[in-house]
């Protein structure tokens, strides 16, 4: 899969421009693995998409509930089909790492791309995930330079376990 980015959007993604980003104030050097399904282990449904874009029922699982005014986004969304949503222009701040800290500097969003896969904690991604996962992080260093690549957990660790001890970090090749 050959992917490209023009105007600080991955031209194969689809767009929905969501409300839950900002300006940026520092360069780009970081990027931040997540992952979210909603309810946790359902797949087939565009729930997190409903969260990015405000639009989420709160009222429709029981697990939503604590998701109520919460305020969130990423760059980027990858299904399990490797199919790409895009939310947020990497130019732009994505509210993805919340209270975070990496290299001794706080608020991780103004200097992060926020990558989610849609998959669990609990279980493996897909091959076509990691697939065009390598693609894009390939893509990034090439429009932003040098970037360190690091999970959730890795930036919020006594709040966040994603993207989990299934992810195989040993599958990133960049």
Request: net charge negative; charged share 25%; glycine share 6%.
């Amino acid at each position: 899969m050959s992917l490209s980015i023009k105007d600080h959007l991955i031209e194969e993604a689809d767009y929905f421009k969501s409300p839950n980003q900002s300006d940026r104030s520092e360069n780009i050097d970081l990027i931040v693995i997540h992952c979210i399904s909603l309810p946790e282990g359902s797949f087939e449904n565009d729930n997190p998409k409903k969260l990015f874009l405000n639009q989420l029922d709160f009222d429709k699982h029981d697990s939503f509930k604590s998701l109520k005014g919460l305020k969130v986004s990423a760059h980027i969304l990858i299904e399990r089909d490797g199919s790409l949503t895009q939310f947020v222009p990497f130019n732009k701040c994505a509210w993805h790492a919340g209270e975070s800290t990496y290299a001794g500097r706080d608020s991780c969003n103004e200097f992060s791309i926020g990558i989610e896969l849609k998959g669990s904690i609990k279980e493996e991604f897909t091959s076509k995930q990691y697939l065009v996962l390598n693609n894009l992080l390939y893509l990034l260093k090439e429009e932003y330079g040098e970037m360190n690549i690091v999970g959730h957990s890795d930036i919020a660790p006594n709040r966040k376990n994603d993207p989990g001890p299934f992810f195989n970090w040993d599958m990133i090749n960049v």
